[in-house]
């Protein structure tokens, strides 16, 4: 009897192994599409003849592809890039593991206005570019071909403030499950009880059913840690589904766990199946982490029971020269370098990310405030969501909490960012009505709107009384008297600074600060030939602040639970305070090539506790020229700079100072800084005066990468003298081949007024650098690419790419 039993016993967990690899099929929809810019009605029947259409893989930005032209109707703003309609088609055969299976497609982005056909039939238009959606195939599909046709409307201009990119350029995904599966999004994993001994795990599955009140299901959760052990599983036996939506509530504890912080972003997985008559119906895997915080009015922000100030950046999200499509990679490296600076949080302005955005963060160690909407019902261009407002916000809001709200690293909501109904009383109710929206949704984190009215009488929003806590951005000023202006609220500056720099790019004095343009009236007249911004962090926009002057503030106050720097990367539009041919931002700390400016060094020396030793400017001047000199540094007592060997005086920082300074009468050759700490020297630093460019020099960020058709390595190019030392003015025209399974994904230099396209095999260098972004197909190999200039000599570089196991 117990021999059977045990063949019994062995025979079910083969059949639920196997049905397991079957109950829920969840597929990448991105290869094998065709794309037509324009506008054809009659390619959404099933029967249109797309063959002349272009092949392409998504996720795809069409507009990264066009040319910069003035008369876009973007606009400079939007980054001066075309827009228009196109048209996507797929053809496929479902495959048998799909068949008598609920099937649906699954958008995670599309910009915007998409409608949406399944052979010939509508499934429904979607026009928030920025949310995801998802829309059911299942009584639509036919056996051998179907056809799936995506018309994009980005047509009405302009609609954003900044560059938004056109078309499906985020992933889409097919999946398939049983009749009796888990919802769309359909789990929710809290900790209601954390301590470093035990964390309480609440579960709440959406059970979906065709049947009301026939059918019973069993539900087992099991919960993994980051090593894949098995740490805790609960089971629930006997449930009857009443209805076509049925939520059932589990309790677990996991002893001893792994806390999520941003130093150990620890993570854990709960493994949810559904058995419906003992066979298992559906399988669904959620990771979540494990962690408390709180906000306190005085003393700030603590995670895990240890305070900690929010050191964070804004990010749009486009990708620089790869434009808006999402790429896990780039988005991958803006992260490694931001980290590298020490930031330890990401504001996604102003809008709900792409979810592996989300899903790094969580792996990475970034605390993240999650934002809805950059506009509610009044716009802030004649073509923007507001048109939508009605009819979508609360489906919008709601899909962003359901998407996103297992994310460990996403600690706050905003429902909005410098939002016009702060300034009326329509305000009240619009404000009451979305923090219930995100609160009916998710009680476990902090609901805010980021504001500019500081008089808490004007600000409509602020008077709803329904925010969690103050989020003000700019405005550094307010921040001391903040607790007497209002007080017992928390709060955090969710949009600082505003500084813009050109990298490498510097105007003398370094200590007159410049506001451009100096109102928001005032023609900007100031700036000059080269369309630039000094890199010394002394020019800021007049709503803002330079990075030190709102450090200072910042750092100085427990209360300010930390503060979202505006921006970490610079992004495509909004090329203020420069007219055309500007078409990309200023403000980054980081430009859009991914090489950092000046400030970071400010940033990794107060942020970090890495040894830093930044010395800047270049050493190129004309003779008898008297150049600042400045050096961000930490870790050390003092900093000693030398000129050819001499010594010319040793500086430190005294009182709030965040940098030293020496003004120095130009001479060619070396500078060299020491820093010291107790006498000790801690670092040195070079810089030496170049002389001709001499040659080309290839630097890859990674020398191996994945042969999935999507792995990027980011080759840094230097025009270097005979000695090695980069030319600071140098702006050759560099040309690019690349031998082997791959492409040119893109190229830039980072400077915000070039004109030149992304997406090239040549690109001029700006201040003696650009970029190849160089991506791999799907075979293996080895790719080389070679990098020429007149007069130069060329250099090559080889990139291994290796097959995916």
Same mark, same amino acid.
């Given at each position: ?125 979607? $026009? ?156 669904? &895997? ?65 809008? $709900? ?116 806590? +103050? ?15 209002? $007080? ?59 990075? &030190? ?7 100085? +106050? ?12 610079? +992004?495509?539009?909004?090329?203020? $305070? ?24 400010? +940033? ?33 007592? &003092? ?167």
């Amino acid at each position: 009897m117990l021999k059977k039993n045990l063949v019994l016993l062995l025979l079910m967990m083969i059949v639920g192994f196997n049905a397991s690899s079957q109950s829920r099929i969840h597929e990448s929809f991105n290869p094998g599409w065709r794309f037509f810019p324009g506008d054809d009605a009659a390619a959404k029947s099933p029967d249109f003849n797309d063959s002349s259409w272009r092949k392409l893989n998504l996720p795809h930005d069409w507009s990264i592809e066009g040319k910069f032209d003035i008369k876009n109707p973007a606009k400079p703003e939007g980054g001066g890039l075309p827009t228009g309609i196109a048209w996507y088609r797929k053809s496929f055969v479902l495959p048998k593991t799909f068949q008598k299976k609920k099937v649906h497609i699954e958008f995670d982005g599309v910009y915007k206005n998409s409608e949406v056909w399944i052979n010939g039939h509508w499934l429904g238009k979607r $026009p928030y570019g920025y949310i995801a959606f998802r829309y059911e195939l299942t009584k639509y599909l036919k056996p051998g071909k179907n056809v799936i046709a995506v018309r994009v409307d980005n047509s009405a201009q302009p609609d954003s403030r900044w560059y938004s990119g056109s078309g499906i350029y985020r992933n889409v995904w097919l999946t398939a499950t049983q009749n009796i599966a888990i919802d769309h999004w359909g789990t929710t994993v809290s900790t209601p009880k954390v301590s470093k001994t035990a964390a309480e795990l609440s579960f709440k599955t959406r059970i979906r059913s065709p049947k009301n009140g026939k059918e019973q299901v069993d539900l087992l959760s099991k919960v993994y840690d980051g090593k894949g052990n098995l740490v805790a599983e609960v089971r629930t036996n006997d449930v009857l589904l009443k209805d076509t939506l049925t939520e059932i509530a589990q309790l677990v504890t996991v002893k001893n766990p792994q806390l999520w912080s941003v130093k150990q972003p620890d993570l854990y997985k709960v493994v949810t199946q559904v058995f419906a008559n003992k066979r298992l119906s559906d399988d669904y &895997e959620t990771t979540f982490g494990i962690r408390y915080f709180n906000f306190d009015a005085q003393k700030g922000f603590s995670l895990n029971g240890e305070y900690l100030k929010i050191l964070g950046v804004c990010m749009h999200h486009d990708l620089g020269a790869l434009g808006a499509a999402t790429n896990l990679r780039a988005m991958e490296r803006q992260l490694e370098i931001l980290k590298e600076m020490g930031c330890n949080a990401i504001r996604t302005a102003h809008n $709900p990310p792409a979810a592996e955005f989300l899903d790094l963060c969580d792996k990475m160690g970034f605390l993240v405030m999650d934002e809805a909407f950059d506009m509610w019902k009044k716009k802030k261009n004649a073509k923007d969501y507001h048109l939508n407002w009605e009819e979508w916000h609360v489906a919008d809001l709601q899909d962003m909490v359901k998407r996103d709200r297992n994310h460990p690293s996403i600690i706050l909501w905003s429902i909005g960012n410098e939002i016009r109904e702060q300034f009326d009383s329509s305000g009240v109710a619009m404000t009451k009505e979305l923090v219930k929206l995100v609160k009916d949704l998710d009680t476990t984190r902090l609901v805010l709107s980021a504001l500019t009215e500081t008089d808490p009488k004007k600000n409509f929003i602020y008077q709803a009384g329904v925010l969690d806590m +103050y989020g003000l951005n700019y405005n550094h000023k307010q921040y001391k008297d903040f607790p007497k202006n209002y $007080p017992g609220q928390k709060f955090l500056a969710t949009e600082t600074t505003s500084s813009l720099d050109t990298r490498g790019f510097y105007e003398m004095p370094s200590d007159s600060i410049r506001r451009w343009p100096k109102d928001g009236k005032t023609k900007f007249t100031e700036g000059n030939a080269e369309f630039a911004a000094s890199s010394y962090d002394n020019v800021s926009a007049y709503w803002g602040s330079t990075h &030190e002057e709102t450090w200072k503030e910042a750092k100085k +106050y427990d209360h300010v639970s930390g503060l979202f720097v505006w921006t970490g990367f610079d +992004y495509l539009g909004e090329p203020l $305070p420069y007219p055309w041919p500007a078409r990309s931002s200023y403000f980054g700390i980081v430009d859009l090539a991914g090489f950092p400016k000046d400030a970071y060094y400010m +940033y990794q020396s107060e942020w970090t506790n890495k040894p830093v030793l930044h010395v800047f400017p270049h050493w190129n001047w004309t003779p008898g020229k008297t150049v600042d000199v400045w050096a961000y540094y930490n870790n050390a007592d &003092e900093v000693e700079l030398f000129l050819n060997g001499k010594s010319l005086g040793k500086r430190s920082k005294q009182g709030e100072d965040l940098h030293v300074v020496w003004k120095v009468k130009y001479e060619p050759g070396t500078i060299k800084a020491i820093s010291r700490k107790d006498g000790k020297t801690v670092l040195e630093k070079e810089i030496s005066t170049a002389g001709k460019a001499a040659k080309i020099e290839l630097l890859a960020d990674r020398n191996e990468i994945a042969a999935d058709g999507k792995d990027l390595s980011f080759v840094t190019v230097r025009i270097l003298d005979a000695q090695g030392n980069v030319l600071p003015d140098a702006d050759h025209l560099v040309q690019f081949k690349l031998e082997g399974e791959g492409t040119i994904a893109g190229v830039d230099n980072g400077f915000q007024a070039s004109l030149e396209p992304f997406k090239a095999d040549y690109r001029k260098a700006y201040r003696g650098l650009c970029l190849a972004i160089i991506q791999a197909k799907n075979k293996a190999g080895t790719l080389k690419l070679t990098a020429t200039a007149a007069g130069l000599q060329s250099s090559a570089i080889s990139i291994s790419v290796k097959a995916i196991k």
